[in-house]
């Protein structure tokens, strides 16, 4: 269980279990206004449901905003009809000292050639590199590293080269 949060699933349920116990405190024998009360049960039912929108995000679900502008590819799964899911490994940031994340991106019969493609590769011990084509790539930032929003059809999968193939442990 290396990597994973110790309280990951049991303390988001003593938070949500601790939290309620306060609103029904606060409810129940608080003599505020009403609408103090209505607004306290408002809010709170939007941060259940935000902490809900956020928990595939820290279960390690594929993300479907961001794919870095260079990635190591590792594997690749093709839903074909909806989803071509790649996982990667950002290169700005090295290939050592980051896991690999998965990504989402829509499918497309152009993708998933050009997907097939590096896969085959793979599957021969080749190792690959995708990047984002330069022709329109749009930047933007997230938490101060600069990676790259692109459409499906601007990845391209090209052979890595030797100095980035890692080494077996």
């Known amino acids: ?20 116990i306060l609103l029904l405190s606060l409810n ?10 209505a607004t306290s049960n408002i809010v709170v039912a939007l941060f259940f449901w935000v902490s ?11 993300t479907a ?3 870095p502008r260079q990635f190591y590819l590792h594997a690749v799964t093709i839903d074909e ?25 829509p499918y497309t019969p152009r993708l ?3 997907v097939d493609k590096a896969v ?7 190792p690959v590199v ?3 084509g330069m022709s329109t790539m749009t930047a933007t930032q997230d938490s101060s590293l600069e990676q790259v929003a692109a459409a499906d059809s601007d990845v391209v999968f090209i052979d890595a080269p030797q100095s980035l193939i890692p080494g077996k442990n």
């Open 1 to 20: 269980m290396s990597g994973t949060p110790l309280l990951d699933t049991t303390g988001l349920i003593v938070c949500y279990v601790v939290l309620a």
């Open 28 to 37: 129940l024998y608080s003599n505020w206004h009403w609408l103090v009360k």
């Open 52 to 62: 809900y929108q956020s928990w595939p995000s820290i279960l390690g679900w594929p």
């Open 65 to 67: 905003t961001d794919l």
């Open 81 to 105: 009809p909806t989803t071509i899911y790649l996982w990667g490994t950002d290169l700005d940031r090295g290939l050592g000292k980051t896991i690999p994340r998965a990504f989402s991106l």
């Open 112 to 114: 998933h050639d050009r």
């Open 120 to 126: 085959r590769k793979i599957r021969k011990g080749l």
């Open 130 to 132: 995708g990047q984002i």
